[in-house]
T-cell receptor, first 114, second 112 residues
Framework: EAGVAQSPRYKIIEKRQSVAFWCNPI?????LYWYQQILGQGPKLLIQ????????DSQLPKDRFSAERLKGVDSTLKIQPAKLEDSAVYLC????????????FGPGTRLTVL | LAKTTQPISMDSYEGQEVNITCSHN???????ITWYQQFPSQGPRFIIQ???TKVTNEVASLFIPADRKSSTLSLPRVSLSDTAVYYC?????????????FGQGTELSVKP
């Protein structure tokens, strides 16, 4: 079974530039999550989708971050404009949903903002 | 969601049993206890989940006392490849996939 795919794996940009990350969840998984993991900390949930609807985006900095999952499958997370403190690993995860506990994580995208 | 407290780091040697204890004094009736493992440059990976008493799978055991205010992840006979960060999470599965709140985790270092 193919896992969660993310691209790119690494990205270096300058502050005030924009960047986008892509995630393709495991086939059939209704729930998709984006996390931000700053070095030395645990992952922090940014946004959770159930199919193509947003379930929770309470910790998403909406002035600069946006995410979409148009057809209920793959998803894109965008940052515009980026700040130095956005340097982190951005993890995508998916689960079957409906209360199932196990989330499957992708390898992440490491973003460096200079 | 209940807050969890676990040691920041632990050291062990190959072949030993490792027990990582997590405190969650404010756990709610509907909350489950879940442990994830994260290797460097990888996303977290589900290890085990339980509600009460003991749960065992091919990787680990999870011990939960009757009051459920703490839990212990037990890794039998660790190897160098078990060096990783281990996260204890407590939360309601929810109706739409559940929500995970990660703490800082326990960095386990296994030495030869």
């Amino acid at each position: 079974e193919a896992g969660v795919a993310q691209s790119p794996r690494y990205k270096i940009i300058e502050k005030r530039q924009s960047v986008a990350f892509w995630c393709n969840p495991i086939s059939g998984h209704a729930t998709l999550y984006w996390y931000q993991q700053i070095l030395g900390q645990g992952p922090k949930l940014l946004i959770q989708f159930q199919n193509n609807g947003v379930v929770d985006d309470s910790q998403l900095p909406k002035d600069r971050f946006s995410a979409e999952r148009l057809k209920g499958v793959d998803s894109t997370l965008k940052i515009q404009p980026a700040k130095l403190e956005d340097s982190a690993v951005y993890l995508c995860a998916s689960s079957l949903g409906s209360g199932l506990p196990e989330q499957f994580f992708g390898p992440g995208t490491r973003l460096t903002v200079l | 969601l209940a807050k969890t407290t676990q040691p920041i780091s632990m050291d062990s040697y190959e072949g030993q049993e490792v027990n990582i204890t997590c405190s969650h004094n404010n756990i709610a009736t509907n909350d489950y206890i879940t442990w994830y493992q994260q290797f460097p440059s990888q996303g977290p990976r589900f290890i085990i989940q339980g509600y009460k008493t003991k749960v065992t799978n091919e990787v680990a055991s999870l011990f939960i006392p009757a009051d459920r205010k703490s839990s212990t992840l037990s890794l039998p006979r660790v190897s160098l490849s078990d060096t990783a960060v281990y996260y204890c999470l407590v939360g309601d599965r929810g109706n739409q996939g559940g929500k995970l709140i990660f703490g800082q985790g326990t960095e386990l270092s296994v030495k030869p």
